[in-house]
């Protein structure tokens, strides 16, 4: 037969089902009727809370487990309809579900729960008869202490963590598995100009390095699009032969904010402790003194110390090449031999001080009259070799000889006196004199031989 208990019509069999349902259930329930009394209170309810079910139920206090103070519950607030309370007393803690309806949820941090306190997330939900008319709201708790600390934990490290990275000297910057970016050191901020707040949080680190959207070492690393970092970086990438799975490149970044650089670069992969990839790291390195450094290096090993001219190596390299072209193209290469006339005599009258001078200038003169593509070299003492690519034909190359001669001879002024050189000029012809570096350089200095032998200050070709 029905019994009415706290307004609640339901058969006796149907309520000792439902008593024990909630009863038994591990989840911390309790239900309040529309009178706002405590008619069910169950065992994980007292766990949690510390207060029995003969001291809650059948009053109409549902806050005092939770509150030192009289303060409506979720349940309660559930049962008026009164949501809009729920802003004041939970803000920021509380939403709609988006799996149960008609449902709210919140969480909260509940001090004097046994056991020094406890995080508790709550939600709560209104029952109703078969008519649909609400007779009574439920609400459930889970105790979420343990979760709470682990995030904690979790935020103490990633502070930590933060802290390292952000302290470290070697500029570095993470992205996560989605590639937006997590970490941007201090450091990486002063070797390239690029503020963490203006990268952190996005998909932009590429703005840090370049004028336009691309991928960064990182970013190929992660994707293991290891065949784009070739597209990327040229010949100037491997593997790295510290990082177990990195890659590392060096590349010239003119456009920094902090100034151009070159950075010597690294990537590597950060995976959990399950192994799982969950992003990148890329660390930089300022390289640019280095590279200024092979630069000289390289600048000295192929020109000449005292003009700036390329010296014989560098000649010779760019002659090969030159030939090699040529050959391909079916194209006319031309080879001058120039010798200064009456530079010995300078020289050991006014000394080596006048003589130096004099060469610079001699060189500046037949750089003035050559294209940008043609090569002015000092082949050693007071000699000079040119090399003309792809002239037009051979009137060409006697206008540029006839030239260079008329800029050599021009006088050059010494403490008041007029000091004159001229210069004899072998010229030798690619294919009809040589085929070969050597065979045209031997051909254009007995070129010049005879030209220094039969008319100081002319010039011939090998063939004349």
Request: with cysteine.
């Amino acid at each position: 037969m029905p019994v009415e208990i706290e307004n609640l019509k339901v058969s006796e069999n149907e309520l000792q089902l439902l008593t024990q349902i909630i009863e038994r259930t591990p989840i911390p329930t309790f239900v309040v009727n529309m009178d706002h009394k405590i008619i069910i209170w169950n065992g994980a309810c007292e766990n949690v809370t510390g207060v029995l079910a003969c001291e809650a139920v059948g009053t109409n206090k549902p806050w005092y487990p939770f509150y030192h103070e009289e303060r409506p519950t979720m349940a309660d607030l559930i049962l008026d309809g009164r949501i809009d309370e729920m802003q004041s007393l939970y803000a920021g803690k509380f939403s709609k579900s988006t799996i149960v309806k008609d449902t709210w949820e919140a969480e909260d941090y509940f001090p004097h729960f046994p056991g020094g306190g406890k995080w508790l997330s709550f939600s709560a939900t209104v029952l109703k008869d078969k008519e649909g008319i609400v007779i009574a709201a439920m609400e459930t708790l889970r105790d979420i202490t343990q979760q709470k600390l682990f995030e904690a934990e979790l935020k103490e490290k990633e502070h930590l963590l933060t802290q390292v990275i952000d302290g470290c000297p070697v500029p570095m910057f993470v992205i996560d598995d989605d590639h937006k970016v997590t970490h941007w050191n201090r450091a990486c901020e002063a070797i390239i100009g690029t503020k963490s707040s203006d990268v952190v949080g996005t998909r932009d680190q590429w703005k840090g390095f370049y004028s336009e959207p691309r991928p960064v070492l990182a970013d190929l690393v992660l994707e293991n699009k290891l065949s784009e970092i070739t597209e990327y970086y040229s010949e100037r990438w491997a593997p790295s032969t510290l990082v177990e799975n990195g890659w590392e490149a060096t590349d010239h970044f003119p456009n920094f904010n902090a100034g151009e650089k070159w950075l010597y670069f690294t990537a590597a992969l950060l995976q959990n402790q399950e192994g799982k990839i969950i992003g990148a790291v890329e660390t930089l390195q300022d390289v640019s003194d280095q590279k200024k450094y092979e630069t000289k290096l390289e600048f000295q090993a192929n020109h000449d110390a005292l003009t700036g001219l390329a010296n014989r190596n560098l000649l010779m390299d760019r002659l090969n090449q030159a030939i090699a072209h040529a050959t391909r193209d079916k194209q006319l290469l031309a080879l001058l031999f120039i010798d200064l006339d009456n530079f010995k005599t300078i020289n050991d009258t006014f000394g080596h001080n006048v003589g130096d001078q004099l060469l610079r200038e001699t060189a500046r003169k037949i750089q003035s009259v050559i294209r940008t593509g043609d090569t002015v070299a000092r082949f050693g003492g007071d000699e000079f070799v040119v090399l003309l690519f792809a002239p037009e034909n051979k009137k060409y190359v006697s206008n540029v000889v006839q030239r260079i001669s008329q800029k050599v001879a021009s006088s050059y002024s010494h403490k008041g006196q007029t000091l004159k050189v001229g210069s004899s000029i072998g010229i030798a012809l690619f294919p009809e004199d040589g085929l070969t570096a050597d065979s045209l350089m031997m051909n254009s200095d007995s070129a010049m031989y005879r030209a220094k032998a039969s008319n100081k200050g002319g010039f011939f070709f090998k063939e004349d």
